[in-house]
């Protein structure tokens, strides 16, 4: 019987992971693949792998055996059950040292837990996050691998040939950290991702409405766009969406139903920041306005019994498309800066140490946020380590002090014109609370007192000392314990 042969096997040939193999087979690696309906397999190697040096295998023992030593299975499946159901058809047929690698869109517990219940086995785990969608995969995904760290040498070659390059050739993978920190970087991409089609969705609304565009001024307006700061994926697209015909030759996003669908990461995201307490607001109205329109019947029964304003189409063309660009791109900053918050809170709760800069850097190709501002992002972490919070850097802070008139002139055109724009919206109720140095709390820790015994803490006293009033004359001398929910 021949040495076994195959760098590498995956299972699981649905999109991504048919691409993947494709893309792993262009860049010289031997590919076993296996698919738990079996006939998914020759269908695959008969079509789409043709003529390469793809091998099929039609059962785990059979696939596992194509396998150099350490074997090296990765797991394209659906999240949840079926990879625990995976992991444990194979594990019977692997050695001490071998590897198993998830790709798919796992929770971070999960490869926390899936982490250490394999090292006790003896064997590898790596959870890593793929972004990039159907063309990623083909041609270059963001690759987010974490897991055990000493699984990473023996993937790090893979991963990063098959992964997208930047400008001067740096792979977009790099190792994340252990356990579930390669997962819980792709679910914060996941969920800065649903911010950003969000506020391009409101700058769509808001253009349209206020000022009464077509679909082909609107491509011509996002190409614009894609040329200077706003320079991205989703911008690029949304220009190409708005220029597609349909048979009849009107706009085909005029009739596409507007309910979004959602797959949970970005709804995870929003669980880990109320967790974490970390305000990632923009990313939560996101996934609210996605429920919201899903509600398609209920909303369109109200539109016959609410009303808004009226109010003619703007007519300064020029200036309501420059605020509502500066409206986007200050959002998107705040979004970002959000996201990254729960990152830095996530890793000390989790004893994860993140490279930040290095994690914008996974992002500046293959993934679906990738943009020309991630580069500002790697240069901010590059000049300073241990920046607390990109709002802070000299670059997005400038920014942020230059555009925030316009970013306001564009929310106050929204309210006018009676277009929701929650995510612009919370963006600048953030930058404000962001850079406010006295808020209100004082009043709502008086009433958590008043009614609850709560305590609070004074201005004039130290932090950590705690007092309680009795604000009526009635109360007992017991407060309340302190804590954190």
């Known amino acids: 019987m021949s040495a076994p042969a195959c760098d590498i096997g995956l299972i699981g040939l649905a999109v991504m992971g048919q691409n993947l193999v494709l893309n792993m087979n262009d860049h010289g690696y031997k590919v076993a693949v296996f698919n738990r309906t079996v006939s998914k397999v020759d269908d695959f190697v008969n079509n789409e792998a043709k003529g390469t040096d793809v091998v099929g295998a039609h059962s785990i023992e059979e696939f596992v055996g194509l396998l150099k030593s350490p074997r090296r299975v990765m797991l394209m499946v659906k999240a949840g059950d079926t990879v625990d159901q995976m992991i444990d058809s194979v594990v019977p047929f692997l050695e001490a040292g071998d590897i198993v690698i998830d790709g798919g869109n796992s929770l971070f517990t999960d490869s926390n837990r899936r982490t250490k219940a394999l090292a006790d086995k003896g064997i590898l785990f790596v959870g890593t996050g793929v972004s990039g969608g159907e063309e990623g995969a083909r041609k270059g995904p963001s690759i987010m691998p974490g897991g055990n760290p000493a699984a990473w040498p023996h993937v790090k070659?893979?991963?990063?040939?098959?992964?997208?390059?930047?400008?001067?050739?740096?792979?977009?993978?790099?190792?994340?950290?252990?356990?579930?920190?390669?997962?819980?970087?792709?679910?914060?991409?996941?969920?800065?991702?649903?911010?950003?089609?969000?506020?391009?969705?409101?700058?769509?609304?808001?253009?349209?409405?206020?000022?009464?565009?077509?679909?082909?001024?609107?491509?011509?307006?996002?190409?614009?766009?894609?040329?200077?700061?706003?320079?991205?994926?989703?911008?690029?697209?949304?220009?190409?969406?708005?220029?597609?015909?349909?048979?009849?030759?009107?706009?085909?996003?005029?009739?596409?139903?507007?309910?979004?669908?959602?797959?949970?990461?970005?709804?995870?995201?929003?669980?880990?920041?109320?967790?974490?307490?970390?305000?990632?607001?923009?990313?939560?109205?996101?996934?609210?306005?996605?429920?919201?329109?899903?509600?398609?019947?209920?909303?369109?029964?109200?539109?016959?019994?609410?009303?808004?304003?009226?109010?003619?189409?703007?007519?300064?063309?020029?200036?309501?498309?420059?605020?509502?660009?500066?409206?986007?791109?200050?959002?998107?900053?705040?979004?970002?800066?959000?996201?990254?918050?729960?990152?830095?809170?996530?890793?000390?709760e989790q004893g994860w140490t993140l490279n930040f800069g290095g994690i914008a850097l996974m992002w500046r190709g293959g993934c679906i946020i990738r943009s020309r501002f991630l580069g500002k992002i790697k240069e901010a972490f590059d000049k300073n380590a241990n920046l607390d919070n990109l709002l802070l850097d000299d670059f997005f802070s400038n920014l942020l002090n230059e555009y925030q008139t316009s970013w306001r002139s564009g929310v106050i055109r929204a309210v006018e014109y009676g277009v929701p724009t929650p995510a612009f919206s919370t963006a600048l109720a953030f930058y404000d609370g962001f850079r406010t140095a006295r808020l209100p709390a004082n009043l709502l820790q008086a009433q958590r007192d008043y009614f609850g015994a709560h305590t609070y803490e004074r201005v004039d006293k130290p932090r950590g000392e705690f007092f309680h009033t009795n604000w009526t004359g009635r109360g007992g001398r017991v407060s309340s314990t302190t804590y954190n929910v």
């Not at 996002?222 to 969406?241: A, C, H, M, T």
Request: hydrophobic fraction near 40%; include cysteine; aromatic fraction near 8%.
């Open 157 to 348: 070659e893979i991963f990063q040939s098959i992964s997208a390059k930047v400008d001067d050739g740096t792979p977009c993978c790099d190792w994340v950290g252990e356990n579930g920190a390669g997962h819980y970087v792709k679910m914060v991409h996941n969920g800065i991702e649903y911010g950003d089609m969000q506020l391009i969705c409101e700058a769509y609304q808001l253009l349209k409405d206020g000022l009464g565009v077509s679909a082909d001024e609107l491509h011509e307006i996002f190409s614009e766009w894609n040329k200077g700061e706003l320079d991205s994926y989703l911008i690029e697209i949304s220009s190409e969406i708005f220029a597609l015909k349909d048979e009849d030759g009107s706009p085909l996003v005029d009739k596409i139903l507007d309910t979004a669908g959602q797959k949970g990461t970005g709804k995870w995201t929003c669980v880990s920041a109320l967790d974490t307490g970390m305000p990632v607001t923009l990313i939560g109205e996101a996934v609210f306005s996605r429920c919201l329109s899903a509600l398609k019947d209920t909303r369109v029964k109200a539109s016959g019994v609410l009303t808004g304003p009226t109010k003619a189409l703007a007519t300064d063309r020029v200036e309501f498309i420059e605020d509502v660009r500066r409206a986007l791109f200050c959002s998107k900053i705040i979004s970002y800066a959000q996201g990254y918050m729960l990152l830095r809170e996530a890793a000390k």
